[in-house]
Structures are given as structure tokens and as C-alpha cells.
């Protein structure tokens, strides 16, 4: 049974740090692409970023880019996102999977999400 957990979320102040994992278990995890999609309340999901097999391969959002870091380790079987310059627009639940997001739809494997908070 593929299982993924995120953890890390919280609340923040602007132009706080926070870093989100995800384990990832029942699926081999070194053989998948892994994304980092988000819902901000009463809006739709949003991609954020996705980390290729090699590690060395990642994409962002124009939203994120600069601010966000993707990564994994593969020996971990866990997926991260540092997020830095934290902004109140980031606020929504974030969510980890081996899926895909095509227009605004969920599909394959993804985690039950953490909750991200950025207000003062």
C-alpha cells in the first residue's frame, strides 16, 4: 500500500522559513518523480515544484522559484521542501505525491497534506 505523510507545517510569520517532509513508503520511491502541489483555502490545487528520479533535475512555480527548495533522499525514502521568504499567499495545505495534477485535478498517489500559515 503506497502511504505518503507529510509533516513540517505550521504557522509562520512573513518572511519565515519552514521545511515540509514527506515519507514515502509501499512504492520504490528512488524509481519515481515526486511533486509538491498546494491548496490555498476556497482556491484550487496548485503545482509547485517536482524533483526528478535524479535528484539533480527539479522545477518550480514562477510563484516559488527563488524562495522554494525542492530535494530528497533517496536512502530516507523522503521527499522535502524548504521554503524560505515566506509569504501570506503561500498560505494553503500542502501535499506530496507521485502523481500528477493536469488541470486542477489530482491523480495517482498523493499525501493527506500539512498545513502552511503565513500571517502575523
Known amino acids: 500500500e503506497v502511504q505518503l505523510v507529510e509533516s513540517g507545517g505550521g504557522l509562520v510569520q512573513p518572511g519565515g522559513s519552514l521545511r515540509l517532509s514527506c515519507a514515502a513508503s509501499g512504492f520504490t520511491f528512488s524509481s519515481s518523480a515526486m511533486s509538491w502541489v498546494r491548496q490555498a483555502p476556497g482556491k484550487g490545487f496548485e503545482w509547485v515544484s517536482t524533483i526528478e528520479r535524479v535528484g539533480s533535475i527539479t522545477s518550480y512555480a514562477n510563484s516559488v522559484k527563488g524562495r522554494f527548495t525542492i530535494s530528497r533522499d533517496n536512502a530516507k525514502n523522503t521527499l522535502y521542501l524548504h521554503m524560505k521568504n515566506l509569504r501570506p499567499d503561500d498560505t494553503a495545505v500542502y501535499y506530496c505525491?507521485?502523481?500528477?495534477?493536469?488541470?486542477?485535478?489530482?491523480?495517482?498517489?498523493w499525501g493527506q497534506g500539512t498545513q502552511v500559515t503565513v500571517s502575523s
Open positions: 505525491g507521485s502523481g500528477t495534477l493536469v488541470r486542477g485535478r489530482r491523480y495517482g498517489d
